[in-house]
């Protein structure tokens, strides 16, 4: 297959490619124990919220078998993030998005497996960063990155351009009792937040980014390459 330089990030991305490079490299031990529990006690507390009820409440993905939760982050563990973001960019960068997702059955008990099919962050595509944190987790799930892969114990952190490269999780199928839980965070610097953020989730913009995805051959590929491979597990999972 091509190089990630393709068309698609030349268009759109390749501009906001941070200073420095961004190796994709797992972390471990990033969090001490004592600051994972600060990080649970928030995750708890907004879970409390009516689902739906607003910014910081849980948002349910049932096509993807998960829930969703953009953390508030005490202060303390923001700046020790934004601080070793800033770093592996090599200049000032901020998070500007976030997600706890929790993967669970019961967030769509007729799904066959969920849907995380290769793609680049398109709403986020001005970001610089993205860290994926392993929080919690009772089932492997690795991640593939342009056809690495990439096997995350619990405490470990995988940095990686998530706007540039194009990313998926293989299919799975989750019983009652398998879970898994990530921390997913963007980073950007805030010029670019402020200008690009409101104006990027437009339908419009949306849409434009999409149909430039449809003529990136690389992006297709590597579609048509998961599909096949999904209809081959649903196929081999119901014994077909």
Same mark, same amino acid.
């Given at each position: ?7 698609? /990030? ?46 910081? $409440? ?26 070793? $973001? ?6 000032? /960068? ?64 995988? $940095?990686?351009?998530? $706007? ?34 409101? /104006? ?39 014994? /077909?």
């Amino acid at each position: 297959m091509a190089s990630i330089l393709s068309q698609w /990030v030349k268009m759109y991305y390749k501009k906001f490619e941070s200073k420095t490079p961004i190796e994709t490299k797992i972390y471990k031990d990033f969090f001490t124990n004592e600051e994972i529990d600060e990080i649970l006690e928030c995750i708890n507390k907004q879970k409390e919220l009516e689902v739906g009820s607003g910014f910081y $409440a849980p948002t349910l993905h049932p096509s993807l078998g998960r829930v969703h939760i953009e953390v508030k982050y005490p202060k303390d563990i923001l700046k020790k993030l934004e601080d070793f $973001a800033s770093k592996l960019c090599g200049e000032r /960068v901020v998070l500007t998005h976030n997600s706890y997702y929790h993967y669970n059955k019961k967030y769509n008990p007729e799904i066959e497996t969920p849907v995380l099919r290769p793609h680049r962050d398109l709403d986020n595509y001005y970001s610089k960063l993205t860290l994926d944190y392993q929080l919690e987790k009772n089932v492997d799930w690795d991640i593939l990155i342009e056809n690495k892969r990439y096997s995350l114990e619990v405490g470990d952190m995988l $940095a990686f351009w998530g $706007a540039g490269l194009i990313h998926w999780r293989e299919n799975i199928v989750l019983d009652e009792n398998e879970s898994t839980s990530v921390l997913t965070l963007h980073f950007s610097n805030e010029q670019d937040y402020e200008n690009l953020n409101k /104006v990027s989730r437009l339908p419009e913009e949306r849409e434009k980014r999409k149909l430039a995805n449809l003529e990136d051959d690389v992006f297709q590929d590597y579609n048509k390459k998961w599909e096949q491979e999904r209809l081959n597990f649903n196929s081999k999972t119901k014994g /077909v």
